[in-house]
């Protein structure tokens, strides 16, 4: 069960801040408990611009003790 988690976003710089963010509906400003392993949930996140551009962006969740990811 993963103890802590955190909805973010992925940008390049400070291009972007997230508004609003929704785990299934629920508020996710903060940190979060209480989500289980291999089931779904729908996310929400809500931006607004800091700088005029077109930007790729990536949702991110963060889950505390979940170790680094290590590529091949």
């Keep these: ?18 508004v609003e963010s ?4 629920i508020p996710a400003r903060q940190s979060t408990k209480g989500l289980i392993i291999g089931r779904d949930y729908d996310f929400k996140l809500v931006m607004k611009a800091r700088k005029v551009g077109q930007w790729h962006l990536h949702p991110v969740m963060n889950i505390h003790g979940a170790g680094a990811v290590v590529g091949p």
């Design 22 to 25: 929704y785990i299934n509906e």
């Design 1 to 18: 069960l993963p103890n802590l988690v955190f909805l973010s976003n992925g940008s390049p710089g400070a291009v972007m801040t997230r």
